[in-house]
């Protein structure tokens, strides 16, 4: 099974600043790794596919790169309503896994 | 409008079973790999099992044997029938589409059913 792992687990920053999310996975992903945004009491969404791609409907101060074991999910200037928990998920190998999750708050 | 709903969660006892369904609208059900996701109250998101278009199944280790994915397309609905409950088992269980059809990653999401596993 393909452990991921974030951090940082919990983000406080004010609006407007950028925050950065890491995702490390226990061996090569190639770039099947996807961010899912769920914000409190909703469903998840989906965010970023395939490591860089953004999903429909998703603004642009979303970002993903990274390929291979280390991914990054940036949101360059933090809105109120990007107050959330963040996952990651893999697609490499079965069982599909997610990170634990990073929380962003804000300040 | 792309939707998915689902139905079926409550209260069992350990070693007790719940059917799970997930009804789909707004788009063609049949084109689509489809998922079931669980997550405990203030937990992590647990990928639970899969259903691909052509019938294949793929479950997460805890829950094989226990646990049946199975899918309808004439009534685009998908089903989770879950024996031999656990208390583990509790959870919030989501289904989720596969993006673009057949991608693994789930997109969108239902709002979830509640299943309470205790005696």
């Known amino acids: 099974e393909i452990v991921l792992t974030q951090s940082p687990a919990t983000l406080s920053l004010s609006p407007g600043e950028r925050a950065t999310l890491s995702c490390r996975a226990s061996q090569s992903l190639s770039n099947y790794l996807a961010w899912y945004q769920q914000r409190p009491g909703q469903a998840p969404r989906l965010l970023i596919y395939d490591a860089s791609n953004r999903a429909t409907g998703i603004p642009a101060r979303f970002s993903g790169s990274g390929s291979g074991t280390d991914f990054t999910l940036i949101i360059s200037s933090l809105e109120p309503e990007d107050v959330a928990v963040y996952y990651c998920q893999q697609r490499t190998t079965w069982p599909l896994t997610f990170g634990g999750g990073t929380k962003v708050d804000i300040k | 409008e792309v939707q998915l709903v689902e139905s079926g969660g409550g209260l069992e006892q350990p070693g007790g079973s719940l059917r799970l369904s997930c009804a789909g609208s707004g788009f063609t059900f049949s084109n689509y790999d489809m998922h079931w996701v669980r997550q405990v109250r203030g937990k992590g998101l647990e990928w639970v099992s899969g259903i691909e278009t052509t019938g294949e199944t793929y479950y997460t280790d805890s829950v094989k044997g226990r646990f049946t994915v199975s899918r309808e397309n004439a009534k685009n609905s998908l089903y989770l029938q879950m024996n031999n409950l656990r208390v583990g088992d509790t959870a919030m269980y989501y289904c989720?589409?596969?993006?673009?059809?057949?991608?693994?990653?789930?997109?969108?999401w239902g709002q979830g059913t509640l299943v309470t596993v205790s005696s």
């Open positions: 989720a589409r596969a993006h673009g059809g057949k991608s693994n990653w789930f997109d969108p």
